[in-house]
């Protein structure tokens, strides 16, 4: 009974190999700071030449602003590796840069074994991809405060419109006071010329 379950034991871990592939090969490059354009030289370790060629798969998962729903996209990188580097450029193409999505590659020989499978050889963390490279503080000091957006004159804006209407308003008022004197001289000219004409036509 002892020989027939280490031989059973011997042939599940066979099964194990032979469809996860992945517990004997691994990425061997860190995928922090990973930025949207740039280059990554990937890099794996203990997959056997038989596995050959080699395809890497890129995987982005989209998740929603609530977080309550997901949506995956797949696509492969290449599916002609035979060595054990890459250099994966425009990341993240083939798939389309989300500044809150997750990416995962996966590496998969390129042709199925005899059972139709691709088992799964290596697979990275999930990680983010950066709009652009972080680029280190170059000083400590802290930042300014800061300035009041102004206009080409060097006047600050809300500044030139509070001036329009203290300066405006008192002028309107002027301007009214002014005209409505003018019209009351005009129409005591008008009265006095009637009265006049009146006075000369009795008189004559």
């Given amino acids: 009974m002892t020989t027939n379950?280490?031989?059973?034991?011997?042939s599940l871990w066979?099964?194990?190999?032979?469809?996860?592939?992945?517990?004997?090969?691994d990425f061997t490059n860190s995928f922090d700071g990973v930025a949207a354009g740039s280059t990554l030289s990937l890099a794996w370790s203990g997959v056997d030449?038989?596995?050959?060629?080699?395809?890497?798969?890129v995987q982005l998962i989209?998740?929603?602003?609530?977080?309550?729903?997901?949506n995956a996209y797949r696509a492969n990188?290449?599916?002609s590796i035979s060595s054990d580097s890459f250099s994966w450029t425009g990341i993240p193409y083939p798939v389309r840069w989300i500044e809150t999505g997750l990416y995962q590659l996966e590496l998969r020989p390129s042709t199925p074994t005899s059972g139709g499978d691709t088992p799964l050889l290596a697979k990275s963390p999930f990680f983010k991809v950066q709009n652009q490279a972080v680029e280190p503080a170059t000083?400590?000091?802290?930042?300014?405060?800061p300035v009041p957006s102004s206009d080409a004159s060097g006047v600050n804006k809300p500044l030139a419109i509070g001036l329009?209407?203290?300066i405006g308003l008192p002028s309107v008022v002027a301007l009214v006071v002014v005209?409505?004197?003018?019209?009351?001289?005009?129409?005591r000219a008008a009265l006095e010329k009637r009265r006049l004409m009146r006075r000369d036509f009795i008189i004559h």
């Fill in 5 to 10: 379950f280490r031989g059973l034991l011997a």
């Fill in 14 to 25: 066979a099964v194990l190999f032979l469809v996860f592939g992945w517990a004997e090969a």
């Fill in 49 to 57: 030449a038989q596995s050959y060629p080699l395809s890497i798969t």
């Fill in 62 to 70: 989209d998740k929603s602003a609530d977080g309550t729903k997901a």
């Fill in 77 to 79: 990188i290449t599916t």
């Fill in 139 to 145: 000083s400590s000091s802290p930042s300014p405060s």
């Fill in 164 to 166: 329009g209407v203290a």
């Fill in 179 to 187: 005209s409505w004197c003018f019209r009351k001289r005009q129409r």
